[in-house]
């Protein structure tokens, strides 16, 4: 339109229209990272997600510490779901340096990995509840969290960096009646999970906000790379607690959740029915574990691996998460690569967020299970 | 609990007090009463009831009550009382700050917390004082490319709108600080003035965020009027009047929240969309737009926005009570005041001393008043109790909900209260002339 106009009238350029908004770091609705987002009017243009902010250089950090001193470091980036992150190291190392796991530890790991589960889905739907304004919503997971809390605390000693598992199994063993108290605990907060579901998401409101936005296919859902729960809630049949059982989960009773929509209340939806599926396996496994034994394998002082590389992944509160060690017959590792859920979960944010509403975009944003300290490592 | 006086001692803090009592007497009747006795010896005192007054005279009115209690009388009939006091800006502001107290406490309940414990030992009663203290404190920090003085005014005259709305209100028979004709319309004139003051604000803070907010704030608080007004043309419809004191009047016998309830519920939504609380807080939501069109506020000039947002809550609870609930109107529980003090006297050991001017407040008045209150509260929790079942909803669905379901259910009322005019069932020779 580079035709003369008449004196005094200008056309409007684009750039006059869309306003560049900077959401976060400091901005209460955008975690540890920032979204450049181009809105106009209300509508989203485009959505440039830009992590970072808390990189701490985990897998450098690694290749300074041997194989035990980088237990409690490497469960820094998701304090409230530790035990999943150390599970996919402690396979990985285990297989380097050889170590077999006693039965019991195999069964132990899988109850404190699920409870973290929890423990992290439920600080997760908080935040989800408050990024739609609902309060209660923020409250209830985060004082039900307290029972996994003190389920873990009794476990392990510590109330959020357990560090509870090492290679060669768990550091110590339950402690008495620890059995009946978690069965009790469960039981509980099933009750309670049901009440979640009257609140929030049986809540009209919630639900005529939530569904049909930021809709994502199976297809691009796979294209995208995406894990977890936001594969699941696309009609992906997709877990690897399911699809590459490690250590004891081919003997436990459970079922992978999975929804075709696709959208954020799907994506919401999903996490809290693996809620339930969580409780399931800790029954499941307190019922078949072995009642008495041994829970960790004793070690060489500073083992050594051999010349060898191993990639090993778990299914974590986010998705799937895997270590990928290699050793050169040192005590310390020779690097270690983490491949993070949140990460890959946060490619497929610019693709939803386009065409949204300012307003669908903490809705959007959080359904896709992003913790910004772990996507940075 | 508190850490804030560890060495906290009850006994020496008595002492103390009884020590700041006999100092500032000593000062006081040593310096001040000479100096007060010089001055009046000097100036020539008026002539009230054929007495000059003297300062014995002054002296008396503190002590005889039936000296003090005509004057008393007379002050709580001004319009100044009126203003300050009574129906107008103290008694709505000791009401807003009961419903702050009372929000925090019923949502930490619905949320299974306690919420304010600490502060005044008794679950945290001086909490609000405490925060105001906090805000009163703060810097004032305006942002270095504001539009200052707007930026500065906006708060006062969101508190100044929002205090010419509780003057509206008539809490009991004759009690209401603004009387007039035409008092519904006065009112949504006023209401008109609140998007107008947050979009200036908003653009005067020159923020992204702000900006968002006011214009959010606007489309929200336009969408609302409409039906607000519609749905309240049902009442005046089966009224006949614009005075809201007729209105209330007119309920004497039948709330018309009974032959109106569609109004009444389109009203209640508006009354939550217009307050900006939760489902309907978008200019304020947080994890969208940091805190909308109040992000650039600080210390008290954010309290005074959170001031003025109270005592519009409180107006329109009082709006909805006087509109649907029958304002004042209710069965009479509050006791008589006793005859015989009036014609015997109280009788105090040996004294026997007859008061002229007793009772200061008639049975009436305090019977409408806590018929009122009641009514307000209610409806006050009514409008609070969202806050802890919803979440936020979204601008499209906000706007559809405001010009169309709204506006449409509003009108079916009206028809309804057209009907029951012309069947007669209401007006002249109906349940209600």
């Known amino acids: 339109m580079t035709t003369q106009l008449p004196p005094g009238i200008q056309l409007e350029k684009i750039d006059d229209r869309i306003m560049t908004l900077n959401v976060g770091p400091q901005h209460p609705g955008s975690g540890h990272m920032r979204l450049i987002i181009k809105v106009d009017g209300d509508y989203i243009v485009s959505c440039d997600p830009d992590p970072g902010y808390v990189h701490r250089g985990e897998e450098k950090m690694a290749e300074y510490r041997n194989y035990i001193q980088n237990v409690p470091h490497l469960e820094r980036p998701v304090i409230h779901d530790s035990s999943n992150i150390l599970y996919p190291y402690c396979l990985a190392v285990e297989e380097l340096l050889g170590i077999e796991v006693p039965e019991r530890a195999k069964y132990v790991r899988v109850i404190a990995a699920e409870l973290n589960r929890c423990i992290y889905t439920l600080y997760w739907l908080a935040i989800y509840g408050i990024f739609l304004g609902h309060s209660t919503m923020f409250m209830w997971p985060a004082g039900d969290r307290e029972l996994f809390i003190d389920l873990l605390e009794a476990m392990s000693g510590a109330r959020v960096t357990h560090a509870y598992l090492v290679p060669g199994g768990v550091r110590n063993d339950l402690p008495a009646n620890f059995e009946e108290r978690c069965l009790r605990q469960v039981d509980y907060f099933e009750k309670r999970l049901k009440e979640y579901q009257a609140v929030f998401y049986k809540n009209p409101i919630l639900i005529s906000r939530t569904e049909g936005t930021g809709i994502l296919s199976r297809t691009d859902a796979i294209r995208l790379g995406t894990t977890g729960s936001v594969l699941r809630a696309s009609g992906v049949n997709f877990d690897i607690r399911k699809k590459e059982p490690y250590d004891v989960y081919e003997n436990l009773d459970f079922e992978t959740v999975v929804m075709k929509e696709g959208d954020s209340y799907a994506r919401s939806y999903v996490p809290y029915l693996e809620m339930f599926e969580s409780c399931r396996i800790i029954r499941d496994a307190i019922r078949k574990m072995p009642k008495s034994g041994s829970v960790r394998t004793k070690l060489k002082p500073n083992p050594k691996g051999g010349n060898e590389e191993v990639y090993k992944r778990v299914e974590s509160g986010r998705g799937a998460l895997g270590y990928y060690v290699v050793s050169n017959n040192r005590p310390e590792p020779y690097r270690v690569k983490i491949s993070v859920g949140s990460f890959r979960n946060l490619i497929c944010m610019p693709y939803l967020l386009k065409g949204e509403l300012l307003g669908n975009m903490p809705a959007v944003y959080w359904s896709l299970n992003y913790w910004p300290v772990e996507a940075d490592r | 609990m508190s850490t804030i006086a560890p060495q906290f001692r009850l006994s020496r803090f008595i002492a103390s007090l009884f020590d700041i009592i006999f100092w500032v007497l000593l000062i006081f009747s040593l310096v001040g009463l000479p100096i007060v006795f010089i001055v009046l010896f000097y100036i020539k005192m008026p002539i009230i009831n054929g007495q000059m007054l003297t300062p014995y005279l002054a002296m008396t009115w503190m002590a005889d009550p039936s000296r003090t209690l005509p004057i008393i009388k007379t002050l709580l009939h001004t319009t100044f009382f009126h203003v300050i006091a009574f129906p107008g800006f103290g008694f709505a502001a000791l009401l807003a700050a009961a419903t702050i107290f009372v929000e ?330």
């Open chain 2, 104 to 433: 925090r406490k019923f949502l930490a309940k619905i949320q299974l917390r306690v919420g304010p414990l600490y502060c005044g030992k008794i679950e945290g009663i001086l909490q609000l004082m405490g925060d105001g203290l906090k805000l009163i404190s703060k810097e004032i920090i305006i942002p270095a490319k504001a539009d200052k003085p707007i930026f500065w005014v906006g708060p006062l005259l969101f508190v100044g709108t929002a205090g010419a709305l509780v003057s509206l209100i008539p809490v009991a028979r004759g009690w209401v600080v603004a009387n007039p004709s035409v008092g519904l319309l006065a009112v949504f004139a006023t209401i008109g003035f609140f998007p107008i003051i947050s979009v200036l604000t908003a653009w005067a803070a020159n923020n992204k965020w702000t900006f968002i907010g006011g214009l959010r704030a606007l489309h929200q608080m336009i969408a609302f009027e409409i039906p607000l007004i519609l749905s309240l043309l049902s009442v005046v419809i089966l009224t006949g009047t614009l005075n809201l004191s007729q209105i209330a009047e007119s309920q004497q016998h039948y709330w018309w929240i009974v032959f109106t309830p569609i109004s009444a519920i389109v009203f209640f939504i508006c009354i939550l969309a217009e307050l900006e609380r939760i489902p309907f807080d978008l200019p304020e939501a947080e994890s969208e737009i940091v805190a909308g069109w109040l992000t650039e506020f600080s210390g008290m000039m954010y309290g005074l926005i959170q001031l003025g947002t109270y005592l519009k809550l409180y107006a329109f609870a009082g709006l909805f009570t006087v509109l649907f609930l029958g304002g004042w109107n209710g069965p009479t529980v509050w006791p008589a005041f006793p005859a015989d003090i009036i014609t015997h006297g109280i009788t105090i050991g040996p004294v026997t001393a007859k008061i002229a001017g007793l009772p200061l407040f008639d049975q009436d008045m305090l019977n409408g008043t806590l018929w009122f209150v009641i009514k307000t509260v209610g409806v006050i929790l009514l409008i609070l109790l969202p806050r802890g079942v919803f979440p936020r909803i979204r601008i499209d669905m906000l706007l559809h909900t405001g010009w169309y379901k709204l506006i449409g259910l509003a009108f079916i009322n009206i028809f309804i209260a057209l009907g029951l005019l012309y069947a007669g069932v209401l007006g002249p020779g109906g349940l209600i002339q």
